[in-house]
């Protein structure tokens, strides 16, 4: 007798099981979905030259000019790292008036001191200039202007323009 309820309720169980196995539904996982955003590489600028005026360095893509007779310019442009603010510099080695500029952002002008000595190098391919005392806010008549320190420049040129450019 125990033997006849083993066995109908083993029966019992696989009849369930085999009738409720049509009526699970199979569940599929959904599909993933993931988006990435992609940027477009920011272009490589390339720089070919740096100015340092007292604790800042511009590093900055210059064109070189020899208009002749040993004569030299460069005019460099790019962007301040920390603001994104336009920068812009003019080294001019002419015989005689020697001149290094820098503008941030359309407004602020460091320029060397007109009472320290100011030598442009041009050798090689490169032009420099070292311990180059800058000022803000030069007034050319009286020569004075806010003392912001000392630094240099170098641009390595690898073909000048032998003009000067529109304007100069």
Do not use: K
């Not at 125990?2 to 066995?7: G, L, T």
């Not at 699970?24 to 955003?37: A, D, K, L, M, Q």
């Not at 003392?147 to 170098?154: D, L, N, P, Q, S």
């Amino acid at each position: 007798m125990i033997a006849r309820r083993v066995f109908v309720v083993l029966v019992a169980v696989l009849v369930v099981t085999v009738g409720c196995g049509d009526e699970v539904p199979i569940v599929e996982p959904e599909p993933v979905v993931t988006t990435t955003t992609t940027r477009a590489p920011e272009p490589e600028v390339r720089t070919n030259g740096w100015v340092q005026v007292g604790d800042q360095t511009f590093d900055l893509s210059f064109t070189c000019y020899s208009p002749g007779a040993g004569d030299v310019a460069a005019i460099g442009v790019g962007e301040e790292v920390g603001s994104g603010q336009h920068v812009e510099a003019l080294i001019q080695g002419f015989l005689g008036q020697p001149y290094v500029g820098v503008t941030v952002g359309g407004s602020v002008l460091y320029e060397a001191t007109l009472d320290g000595p100011l030598e442009v190098f041009v050798h090689d391919g490169t032009i420099s200039a070292g311990a180059i005392e800058w000022t803000r806010g030069l007034d050319l008549a009286s020569g004075q202007g806010e003392r912001v320190g000392y630094g240099a420049v170098f641009v390595s040129c690898a073909e000048y323009i032998h003009d000067l450019p529109e304007g100069y």
